[in-house]
């Protein structure tokens, strides 16, 4: 990635030592998983990188992303590859494909195995039609089969498996998905600079956005702005996600920006009723940070921010009652319509939420309190340090959730109707900074404007982060 800042170009990039760091982790965790298990530390470990498509029936082709557990291990950017480690050597091994001559005038350069192998540091590269008689010369087991661990997902993960040609080996599909899972949750030292990388520039392009948004402007036009920053700016390509760009009524929408409804829908002051609502929401996000450390229970967290957002609403007289009652009754989710949060990594709802280890996930009273829909992680405590994960907290009037909670017996008289009605087409307020746990805390790695004032004054031009803050 290069970064162009002023007359300068930085360079940020990412080092292979990630992945073979990755790499050594993921057999090291395996084999404490078979050791657990009484299972000999043989085998090997086969993912299969993903693959170009096509868009429809058309010759042109989807700007092509690499599967995110291949990524992990190796960091090939091109389609088409397999790899592998064996697991009791720790030997790693790529598998390009043999391309067409053709392949040279349309997309350039073929290059052999060997490039492969110098560039993404791995012990061995050879084509993919080699590959099962290179599999086949490994450490065979009592059938005289040698042993393949694939990755295959269960509860909202990924698979990443392919039969084909694999039919003269041992096949084991339930070990490895667990394990590269929750390596991926547990961010290293070289993961971690990344990610702060990515959030500088994140961060770096909401401002752009917040500064450039003017009266009359197009909710497309801010998300061009940000698309652009990130690119241009930060040499990121890629997006973790369809930009949310939504004013108005549109922000009561929690993915809006979708295709059916595309951001085209701006005043760089809060009224009277937006700074509550935020004041609600912002208040929310401090308490919950406050609070984050390893061993924390998650649903906690997530009635912490309800019950502050709950506070908020009553003391500005839109809610009455006890707020205790609210909460036993579910009020806070007829607001807060969604999880408190998800692992982040690779794929911006990570995986390691839905950890298949009973005692690892939320009780049925949990998931009953949230949603299970809307849980996005099954795990009711912080993990230990080095855990990465969005922390989004969130005041919406949604007028299909408001109606029948208005009617309820259970809830109608909690409403202050005038008032909330009075809101109706407000849209709502989100607040998602992505957070590291550390061994006492958490690190906040999005450094956006928060404060009214002072969000107020970067969108009046205002440098950011503050010129008395800077270094």
């Given at each position: 990635?290069?970064?162009?800042?002023?007359?300068?170009?930085?360079?940020?990039?990412?080092?292979?030592?990630?992945?073979?760091?990755?790499?050594?982790?993921?057999?090291?965790?395996?084999?404490?998983?078979?050791?657990?298990?009484s299972r000999p530390l043989e085998g090997i470990i086969l993912l299969q990188g993903g693959e170009e498509h096509s868009r429809y029936c058309t010759d042109g082709v989807d700007l092509f992303r690499q599967e995110s557990y291949f990524a992990y291990l190796f960091g090939v950017i091109e389609p088409g590859l397999y790899g592998a480690i064996d697991i009791a050597t720790s030997r790693s091994y790529l598998f390009v494909p043999r391309l067409d001559p053709s392949y040279a005038v349309w997309q350039g350069k073929i290059e052999p195995p060997e490039h492969f192998k110098e560039k993404y540091a791995v012990d061995d590269a050879y084509y993919v039609d080699e590959m099962t008689g290179i599999l086949k010369e490994q450490e065979l087991n009592a059938e005289g089969k040698a042993l393949l661990f694939l990755l295959y997902g269960r509860e909202f993960e990924n698979s990443n498996e392919n039969n084909e040609g694999l039919e003269d080996f041992a096949a084991d599909r339930i070990t490895l998905?667990?394990?590269?899972?929750?390596?991926?949750?547990?961010?290293?030292?070289?993961?971690?600079?990344?990610?702060?990388?990515?959030?500088?520039?994140?961060?770096?392009?909401?401002?752009?956005?917040?500064?450039?948004?003017?009266?009359?402007?197009?909710?497309?036009?801010?998300?061009?702005?940000?698309?652009?920053?990130?690119?241009?700016?930060?040499?990121?390509?890629?997006?973790?996600?369809?930009?949310?760009?939504?004013?108005?009524?549109?922000?009561?929408?929690?993915?809006?920006?979708?295709?059916?409804?595309?951001?085209?829908?701006?005043?760089?002051?809060?009224?009277?009723?937006?700074?509550?609502?935020?004041?609600?929401?912002?208040?929310?996000?401090?308490?919950?940070?406050?609070?984050?450390?390893?061993?924390?229970?998650?649903?906690?967290?997530?009635?912490?921010?309800?019950?502050?957002?709950?506070?908020?609403?009553?003391?500005?007289?839109?809610?009455?009652?006890?707020?205790?009652?609210?909460?036993?009754?579910?009020?806070?989710?007829?607001?807060?319509?969604?999880?408190?949060?998800?692992?982040?990594?690779?794929?911006?709802?990570?995986?390691?939420?839905?950890?298949?280890?009973?005692?690892?996930?939320?009780?049925?009273?949990?998931?009953?309190?949230?949603?299970?829909?809307?849980?996005?992680?099954?795990?009711?405590?912080?993990?230990?340090?080095?855990?990465?994960?969005?922390?989004?907290?969130?005041?919406?009037?949604?007028?299909?959730?408001?109606?029948?909670?208005?009617?309820?017996?259970?809830?109608?008289?909690?409403?202050?109707?005038?008032?909330?009605?009075?809101?109706?087409?407000?849209?709502?307020?989100?607040?998602?900074?992505?957070?590291?746990?550390?061994?006492?805390?958490?690190?906040?790695?999005?450094?956006?404007?928060?404060?009214?004032?002072?969000?107020?004054?970067?969108?009046?031009?205002?440098?950011?982060?503050?010129?008395?803050?800077?270094?």
């Open positions: 990635m290069e970064v162009e800042n002023g007359n300068e170009v930085e360079t940020f990039v990412i080092p292979v030592e990630l992945y073979q760091t990755n790499r050594l982790k993921t057999i090291s965790t395996l084999k404490q998983r078979l050791l657990e298990q998905h667990p394990v590269m899972s929750e390596c991926r949750v547990l961010k290293t030292k070289l993961e971690l600079d990344v990610l702060r990388y990515t959030n500088k520039v994140s961060s770096a392009a909401h401002v752009k956005v917040m500064r450039s948004a003017k009266p009359g402007m197009k909710e497309y036009q801010l998300e061009s702005i940000f698309l652009h920053e990130v690119y241009y700016n930060g040499g990121c390509r890629y997006v973790s996600y369809t930009c949310i760009c939504a004013t108005g009524p549109n922000s009561s929408i929690l993915h809006y920006g979708h295709a059916a409804a595309p951001n085209d829908r701006i005043n760089g002051k809060f009224t009277a009723d937006q700074k509550i609502i935020y004041e609600a929401v912002l208040k929310a996000q401090k308490a919950v940070m406050s609070q984050m450390k390893p061993g924390v229970n998650w649903v906690d967290m997530h009635k912490l921010a309800e019950e502050k957002i709950l506070e908020n609403l009553k003391a500005a007289g839109f809610l009455k009652g006890d707020v205790a009652a609210m909460m036993a009754a579910r009020l806070g989710a007829v607001f807060m319509p969604h999880g408190l949060g998800h692992f982040m990594g690779l794929d911006v709802h990570d995986t390691g939420g839905y950890p298949q280890a009973r005692n690892c996930r939320l009780s049925s009273e949990e998931y009953k309190f949230i949603g299970y829909g809307k849980a996005q992680r099954a795990r009711p405590q912080l993990v230990k340090d080095r855990a990465r994960s969005s922390r989004r907290d969130g005041c919406y009037f949604i007028d299909p959730l408001l109606d029948p909670a208005m009617e309820d017996p259970l809830t109608s008289s909690f409403f202050v109707k005038e008032n909330i009605d009075r809101l109706r087409g407000f849209g709502g307020v989100r607040l998602e900074d992505d957070v590291v746990v550390t061994a006492d805390g958490c690190e906040n790695l999005t450094n956006c404007p928060r404060e009214i004032a002072d969000v107020e004054a970067v969108m009046a031009g205002a440098p950011w982060p503050p010129t008395s803050s800077k270094k």
